[in-house]
């Protein structure tokens, strides 16, 4: 787990994520990817916001768009970039590919190519935390998609009634794939769904990291004292298309522009600038940074040998 109280921590994780999946999006487009990919471009202050909130013990389960929240986890950059390359040195072995990197032994639980699959995971391992008096936390993220699911009102009902240490999180990016919420939803506001069952209900700025830091560490500390689980809702954006391949035909470039000018690195750098944490002019250094250590990562994994044809059975589960 990263030490989120340093606030220069958080900035290199935002970028991170971000070198990450302009990487992964440039690879695919030059072929030398495979299978699909969902970019986290924009929502970086969510799984980051979020998971400063937690400690050591606390365990996350993502989505299909899942390298940010694996990446703000601490999870390993070299081994995502193997895994997404097919290679054995990847966190599944080169089998799991962009939608199930997993190290569950460090708290995280798997990305998930089923959309909602998160959330009856993370109830699963609440419910295990709750029977052993665990002092932990679990925490789901999930898309705005996945609201129209039946597990939806599953996991919240059941995750109210036995007061389970679960935070849902929400990361409205305002499409499931090309459905606006706007025209998915009658009632868009998703985070007014938790009155209904019987838990807070809180919606909150996701292009702000501060933001989220404060209703995450807010939802966090309720659901570990006890208080039972939470529904946050951040509203976000994806700066790119739904997966590797989306030309963009259900919105329009000044709507992008618009998300992308309010952008959450830009603000948190306005941020640590005001507070003294970053010179101005100081990101340039950073970025660079993060970018060597990214673009290092992929030539590594580049090289790495592919999982031996025999060894495919091995790690399989059915
Ligand atoms: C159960 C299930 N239904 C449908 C799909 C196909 N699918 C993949 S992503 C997606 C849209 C998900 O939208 P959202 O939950 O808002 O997440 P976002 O892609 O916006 O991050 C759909 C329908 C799936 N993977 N799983």
Redesign the pocket.
């Known amino acids: 787990m990263r030490d989120y109280t340093q606030p220069l921590e958080a900035l290199e994780t935002m970028l991170r994520i971000r070198a990450f999946d302009e990487k992964v999006d440039e690879l695919f487009a030059a072929g030398k990817m495979h299978g699909t990919g969902?970019f986290y471009v924009g929502q970086e202050a969510v799984a980051v916001g979020i998971i400063s909130a937690l400690q050591e013990g606390d365990v996350i389960t993502g989505?299909?768009?899942g390298h940010g929240h694996a990446l703000a986890f601490g999870l390993d950059v070299k081994k995502m970039a193997a895994e997404l390359l097919g290679k054995a040195s990847g966190y599944c072995h080169g089998k799991g590919g962009s939608m199930h990197i997993a190290d569950v032994g460090a708290g995280m639980l798997g990305a998930n190519?089923?959309?909602?699959g998160s959330m009856g995971i993370v109830c699963g391992a609440a419910w295990a935390f709750k029977r052993r008096k665990e002092d932990r936390v679990a925490v789901c993220f999930?898309?705005?998609?996945?609201v129209q699911?039946g597990i939806f009102s599953e996991a919240l009902n059941m995750a109210a009634v036995w007061q389970l240490p679960v935070v849902f999180v929400c990361?409205n990016?305002q499409?499931?794939?090309s459905l606006s919420v706007n025209r998915g939803f009658a009632n868009a506001r998703i985070s007014e769904k938790a009155d209904g069952y019987g838990m807070p209900g809180v919606t909150v700025d996701g292009m702000e990291l501060v933001e989220v830091q404060e209703v995450a560490r807010e939802a966090v500390d309720r659901a570990r004292s006890g208080g039972g689980p939470a529904l946050l809702e951040a509203n976000t954006y994806?700066y790119l298309g739904?997966s590797k391949s989306d030309a963009n035909l259900y919105r329009t470039r000044d709507e992008i522009k618009q998300w992308r000018e309010n952008d959450p690195i830009g603000r948190f750098v306005v941020h640590l600038e005001k507070t003294g944490d970053l010179e101005s002019g100081g990101l340039k250094a950073v970025e660079e940074k993060i970018y060597t250590e990214v673009e290092e990562a992929f030539e590594w994994a580049m090289n790495e040998p592919e999982p031996a044809p025999e060894s495919a059975l091995e790690d399989v589960y059915a």
């Open positions: 969902h989505t299909h768009r190519g089923i959309v909602a999930f898309g705005d998609g996945a699911e990361e990016n499409y499931a794939m994806r739904h």
